[in-house]
């Protein structure tokens, strides 16, 4: 059995990477994830000669990296006669996106393998001939293997929070002053990354005041300059800027006053996302409970280290619908690994080497099946492309058209004569996103529609009210909420619904558009198909000439 150990190693690491490149284009050209261009275009726009943000959405560690990998892009393909300046670089995103979002989604990859590493790191420490539990559940975990697909910054948050939580534990045994400097550092590079980690910083209490080292006060204050010093570092413009910064915060809060939620759901959904945080019916979740409780038992100062910021985490959640997201719990999820492994490692202790297997396939099993379903998933057919292709060969070039958000509808050229217009009103009203237009236009490919977009509310669309208002101002919206004559008066001749986007019971402020949708004929309709079909349910309808004028 010691001899095949390589041979099983190489085979799980060949499964971890596996699971995390398969279907890593998916969508592409076209993009599917509603939050990556948000990404990427942040990204993008430091290229315009300034690191500040226009918002706040996210924090910018992430959007500066990949600007410098960009800057990497740029300089190869120049080198290489592919681009003539920054204009052709801009219609190179515009038009053929697939280089960005591949190299932010291999970024992605790559931070979540090296968080493993650090997991790995963390338990040789503790058990130095014992199996890499924790970095075993998280390696095949549905959560992290979906967002290692995406050009999210959540990867690169759960890469610090997992060194972070490989410096607290240091912290707690041995109460050094570097420990508490690295895991401070750590801790705040995690909330630069991504908001979600701020929280975190919660696991010093227990970590320094519990440790039976006895480390001197002074260095926890230290732990949290060090903190604050890496969330500034990553995100310096939060200080800079903070006015910006504060209006965006208190926009999330708007958006939070407009959703109706029971707290007790709420709660429900994130206990159950700790459950599951390896898989649906992983033996993970029965290994945090016994781990919980062989620490209590044999160590309980390093128990309260883990189950303190669990415990924050669960109520701070449980206060906000969105918190039923589960990489709301990402900068835990190392903790709950590592509380899951002392309950597995001690199972598996008790069973013997015999049942080994068995207590290999009932806590990583579950994860690898629902990983490699999605995986599956992402190489299905699509309904958004196989609306794309229809159009595109049955709607004439030029026609107005009217879809909704991006990622839930076919991919739809515009014409240059509309990227125009919209570059005219981008540069009078001020806006960043002008940049972006005039290189459209003129790396212009030929053809296109004129493309509307329905606007969607704030609560619609699960996105702060701010920065939806000014994120539909600079795009060709088109406010139907009156009913089917506001598309008439623009002139659109062909409307498009998607069930991922607005739906009468998701936009009740569209009833009067959707009722008018029901009086024109169906033209198209694109439907999904278990295992066979993946994407959206799609209604294309004809606006007729007689329609209009019956309207």
């Given amino acids: 059995m010691r001899r095949a150990w390589p041979v099983l190693a190489l085979l799980a690491a060949f499964a971890v990477i596996a699971l995390r490149l398969a279907g890593i284009s998916w969508g592409l050209p076209a993009i599917y994830n509603a939050d ?36 990497i892009y740029f300089t190869l393909l120049s080198s290489l006669g592919k681009l003539h300046g920054v204009t052709q670089f801009i219609g190179l995103y515009a038009w053929h996106p697939t280089g960005f979002y591949l190299i932010a989604r291999g ?12 997991l790995v790191r963390t338990e040789r420490s503790r058990r130095p001939d014992g199996l890499p539990w924790a970095a075993l559940l998280l390696a095949f975990s549905p959560v992290l ?5 995406s050009a999210k910054p959540d990867c690169l948050m759960f890469l610090w929070a997992c060194l972070a939580w490989l410096f607290l534990l240091k912290l707690h045994r041995d109460g050094d002053r570097r ?8 801790m705040g590079l995690a909330m630069s990354s991504q908001y979600t980690a701020g929280l975190l910083p919660v696991a010093a209490l227990p970590a320094h005041f519990l440790s039976p080292a006895r480390p001197r006060r002074r260095w926890f204050w230290e732990c949290a300059l060090a903190a604050l010093l890496g969330f500034l570092a990553g995100s310096p413009y939060i200080a800079l800027d903070f006015p910006n910064f504060w209006a965006s915060m208190k926009d999330l809060s708007e958006l939070t006053a407009l959703q109706t939620w029971s707290r007790l759901a709420t709660t429900e959904r994130v206990l159950r996302n700790i459950w599951e945080f390896a898989g649906p019916w992983s033996l993970a979740g029965v290994g945090i ?7 209590w038992r044999t160590e309980r100062r390093l128990a309260w280290v883990f189950l303190i910021p669990i415990a924050v985490y669960i109520v701070a959640l449980s206060n906000n619908e969105e918190g039923t997201w589960p990489r709301y719990l990402l900068a835990v999820f190392p903790g709950l690994a590592l509380l899951s492994a002392e309950g597995l490692s001690w199972l598996q202790a008790q069973a013997g080497r015999a049942t080994l297997a068995l207590l290999l396939a009932a806590a990583l099993g579950p994860g690898l099946c629902a990983s490699a379903f999605y995986d599956r998933g992402l190489q299905l057919p699509d309904t958004r492309a196989e609306a794309t292709d229809w159009m595109r060969h049955n709607v004439p070039a030029g026609a107005t058209v009217l879809l909704d958000s991006s990622h839930a509808s076919p991919d739809l050229n515009m014409s240059r004569e509309q990227i125009e217009r919209l570059w005219r009103k981008t540069r009078e009203a001020g806006s960043p996103r002008a940049r972006l237009y005039l290189g459209m236009a003129a790396t212009h490919p030929g053809g296109g529609w004129r493309v509307y977009r329905i606007a969607r509310s704030a609560a619609d669309l699960h996105s702060s ?7 539909q101002a600079d795009a060709p919206t088109l406010d139907v909420s009156a009913g089917l004559s506001a598309a008439l008066a623009a002139g659109v001749e062909y409307v498009v619904i998607s069930d991922f986007g607005a739906t009468p019971e998701r936009a009740p402020q569209l009833a009067a558009f959707f009722a008018g949708l029901q009086r024109l004929s169906l033209l198209r309709e694109f439907l999904p198909e278990q295992g066979r079909v993946a994407g959206p349910a799609l209604k294309i309808y004809r606006i007729s000439a007689w329609q209009s004028f019956r309207s």
Avoid at 107 to 118: E, I, K, V
Avoid at 289 to 295: C, K, Q, S, Y
């Fill in 36 to 71: 990556e261009p948000h990404i990427i275009n942040l990204a993008l726009s430091f290229g315009g000669g300034s690191l500040k943000p226009a918002f706040f959405k996210y924090p910018t560690l992430w959007p500066y990296l990949l600007f410098f990998c960009y800057g």
């Fill in 107 to 118: 970024l992605s990859t790559a931070c979540g393998l090296l968080g493993l590493w650090a």
């Fill in 145 to 149: 293997v979906e967002l290692s697909h």
């Fill in 179 to 186: 420990s508490h400097w690295l895991a401070g550092l750590c």
């Fill in 289 to 295: 409970v016994l781990g919980a409780v062989r620490l």
């Fill in 465 to 471: 009210p701010r920065h939806v208002r000014l994120s």
